[in-house]
């Protein structure tokens, strides 16, 4: 059984910064890709931030040069640094990570969500 568990939302101020965490736990073989998603409402989830194994990341425009994604393998966790936030920021973010558990193939596992609100 694989879990992955988000922490660090909250409220915040337009122009402030969050950090969000989300640290993978189980019988964990190998991580792939990792990523922050997100999903305003009444809108669809869309991806914010994507790193790979080997560390190249990826990031929707809207957060370029403002959001920073990084990992720690040794930990298991994917972070997302998120700077100079705006009120169009304010969402449920999702972490994703494709898994290998052990005695089982690849598969995307995704957390449960952590509210960012960001005031104007």
């Known amino acids: 059984q694989v879990q992955l568990v988000e922490s660090g939302g909250g409220l915040v101020q337009a122009g402030g910064s969050l950090r969000l965490s989300c640290a993978a736990s189980?019988?964990?073989?190998?991580?792939?890709?990792m990523g922050w998603y997100r999903q305003a409402p009444g809108k669809q989830r869309e991806l914010v931030a994507g790193?790979?194994?080997?560390?190249?990341?990826n990031y929707a425009g809207s957060v370029k040069g403002r959001f920073t994604i990084s990992r720690d393998d040794a930990k298991n966790t994917v972070y997302l640094q998120m700077n100079s936030l705006k009120p169009e920021d304010t969402a449920v973010y999702f972490c994703?990570?494709?898994?290998?558990?052990?005695?089982?193939?690849?598969?995307?596992?995704w957390g449960q969500g952590t509210q960012v609100t960001v005031s104007s």
């Open positions: 994703n990570a494709v898994i290998k558990s052990t005695g089982y193939s690849f598969r995307g596992y």
């Open positions: 790193i790979s194994s080997g560390g190249i990341t």
């Open positions: 189980g019988t964990i073989s190998s991580i792939n890709g």
